[in-house]
């Protein structure tokens, strides 16, 4: 049997009923069960209708008043191979006479493609009878037939289920057909006024809306200000400055004033550094600035003769391995104590703050902190070894011998 010597006309199907298929699989072949058939929704021969099994299907009438049913269904398993042939006869009433398929299963005349067959036309002729016959777009309206299954990526494989799938396809209706054949209007061309247009009403209203992200000049809303960092001290340092004489660099220096930071920077160098010892940015914003670390050196120091240990760990300035070693837990300790006594506290990493008009002063607090009854505030942490000279009205306050 060839395809080409069968009609498309669906108005030739037999009229088969749910009753006609029940009949059929269960009370002449046996090959379901009358509680399979209650829930038929799950048979294997329901689901390869509704999932596109059938390549193609013919009707043609024969002279006995009957009709034979011609179909190319796909392989249960090898989906690849070519589509086996099925056919069904069938009377003008629907009383199924006998079926048969190129399958192992079909040569006993019954198989889930021969149910595939009659649950195709049964639900044809159900939709015969729902639509006009003159709709054009609802005739031979069936699953569109899948040749292969390819690999594809999730997003782009259909998960409906087949009962999904079928309320999709009883949606279409008369209705449907004549909003399909409306004439769609043309699109507007990219960079006319009425697209820039729209654009710009879709910016004054939903200006995070995804569509602007890629569309010239609104995704530039939604590139991120990002504040360049300011040279460091040491980068003012060029190498015609290293050949110059101890008296000419003086003389140098003397006039040199670092530029004065804006704000953004000030915050940009705050949170770029706020690793402190395990950032080398913070080593190197660091360098060459008075901090609080060492603030009361250069207080007491000879301005015209400072030490040289004092200019060494200003300009290169070493992490102080006694205090990163014990700060984590004087900082975890602290944090327990003021909780219980704060309402809403919060202990935050810091970086360096540079005084934006004063930019040669720095200082780097162990902590910012802040909470519902005061504000917010810092944290500094003091290691007391012998190294550390406290004032003795601090000594009495805390009771620290």
Same mark, same amino acid.
């Given at each position: 049997?060839?395809?080409?010597?069968?009609?498309?006309?669906?108005?030739?199907?037999?009229?088969?009923?749910?009753?006609?298929?029940?009949?059929?699989?269960?009370?002449?072949?046996?090959?379901?069960?009358? $509680?399979?058939?209650?829930?038929?929704?799950?048979?294997?021969?329901?689901?390869?209708?509704?999932?596109?099994?059938?390549?193609?299907?013919?009707?043609?009438?024969?002279?006995?008043?009957?009709?034979?049913?011609?179909?190319?269904?796909?392989?249960?398993?090898?989906?690849?191979?070519?589509?086996?042939?099925?056919?069904?006869?069938?009377? =003008?009433?629907?009383?199924?006479?006998?079926?048969?398929?190129?399958?192992?299963?079909?040569?006993?005349?019954?198989?889930?493609?021969?149910?595939?067959?009659?649950?195709?036309?049964?639900?044809?002729?159900?939709?015969?009878?729902?639509?006009?016959?003159?709709?054009?777009?609802?005739?031979?309206?069936?699953?569109?037939?899948?040749?292969?299954?390819?690999?594809?990526?999730?997003?782009?494989?259909?998960?409906?289920?087949?009962?999904?799938?079928?309320?999709?396809?009883?949606?279409?209706?008369?209705?449907?057909?004549?909003?399909? =054949?409306?004439?769609?209007?043309?699109?507007?061309?990219?960079?006319?006024?009425?697209?820039?247009?729209? #654009?710009?009403?879709?910016? $004054?209203?939903?200006?995070?809306?995804?569509?602007?992200?890629?569309?010239?000049?609104?995704?530039?809303? #939604?590139?991120?200000?990002?504040? =360049?960092?300011?040279?460091?001290?040491?980068?003012?340092?060029?190498?015609?400055?290293?050949?110059?004489?101890?008296?000419?660099?003086?003389?140098?220096?003397?006039?040199?004033?670092?530029?004065?930071?804006?704000?953004?920077?000030?915050?940009?160098?705050?949170?770029?550094?706020?690793?402190?010892?395990?950032?080398?940015?913070?080593?190197?914003?660091?360098?060459?600035?008075?901090?609080?670390?060492?603030?009361?050196?250069?207080?007491?120091?000879?301005?015209?003769?400072?030490? =040289?240990?004092?200019?060494?760990?200003?300009?290169?300035?070493?992490?102080?391995?006694?205090?990163?070693?014990?700060?984590?837990?004087?900082?975890?300790?602290?944090?327990?104590?003021?909780?219980?006594?704060?309402?809403?506290?919060?202990?935050?990493?810091?970086?360096?703050?540079?005084?934006?008009?004063?930019?040669?002063?720095?200082?780097?607090?162990?902590?910012?902190?802040?909470?519902?009854?005061?504000?917010?505030?810092?944290? $500094?942490?003091?290691?007391?070894?012998?190294?550390?000279?406290?004032?003795?009205?601090?000594?009495?306050?805390?009771?620290?011998?």
């Amino acid at each position: 049997m060839k395809m080409s010597e069968f009609s498309q006309d669906r108005q030739h199907l037999p009229k088969i009923e749910a009753v006609d298929i029940t009949s059929y699989l269960v009370l002449q072949t046996s090959y379901y069960t009358r $509680e399979q058939m209650k829930a038929h929704k799950s048979l294997d021969s329901y689901n390869f209708y509704h999932n596109g099994w059938i390549s193609k299907m013919g009707v043609k009438r024969l002279n006995n008043n009957n009709v034979l049913l011609f179909a190319r269904v796909n392989h249960s398993q090898r989906s690849h191979e070519t589509p086996l042939k099925t056919w069904v006869i069938a009377s =003008k009433d629907g009383d199924v006479q006998a079926g048969h398929c190129d399958c192992m299963a079909g040569l006993s005349e019954s198989c889930s493609h021969v149910g595939a067959v009659l649950f195709a036309v049964e639900d044809m002729v159900k939709r015969e009878d729902e639509l006009a016959c003159t709709s054009k777009p609802c005739e031979w309206l069936m699953p569109s037939h899948v040749k292969k299954i390819p690999p594809a990526p999730v997003a782009c494989i259909d998960f409906r289920s087949s009962q999904a799938k079928r309320q999709n396809r009883d949606s279409f209706s008369e209705a449907a057909a004549a909003r399909a =054949k409306r004439t769609r209007r043309s699109p507007v061309e990219p960079g006319s006024e009425k697209y820039m247009s729209y #654009f710009q009403e879709l910016t $004054e209203n939903f200006p995070k809306s995804a569509a602007l992200m890629a569309r010239d000049p609104f995704h530039k809303a #939604f590139i991120p200000k990002s504040t =360049k960092l300011p040279k460091s001290v040491l980068e003012y340092r060029t190498p015609l400055t290293l050949q110059l004489q101890p008296k000419e660099l003086e003389q140098l220096c003397q006039a040199f004033e670092l530029d004065e930071l804006t704000t953004a920077q000030v915050g940009a160098i705050e949170r770029a550094t706020r690793g402190q010892s395990s950032s080398k940015t913070w080593f190197r914003q660091r360098a060459g600035r008075i901090t609080a670390s060492n603030r009361r050196r250069v207080l007491h120091t000879n301005a015209e003769k400072p030490a =040289k240990a004092l200019i060494k760990a200003i300009c290169y300035p070493e992490a102080h391995s006694y205090g990163n070693k014990h700060e984590g837990q004087a900082r975890r300790a602290y944090e327990r104590m003021m909780t219980q006594e704060h309402e809403g506290f919060s202990c935050m990493d810091s970086g360096l703050w540079v005084n934006p008009k004063w930019p040669y002063m720095g200082a780097s607090p162990d902590g910012m902190v802040a909470c519902n009854c005061h504000g917010n505030g810092i944290c $500094e942490i003091k290691v007391i070894h012998g190294e550390i000279r406290l004032a003795s009205s601090i000594c009495i306050a805390y009771n620290i011998a």
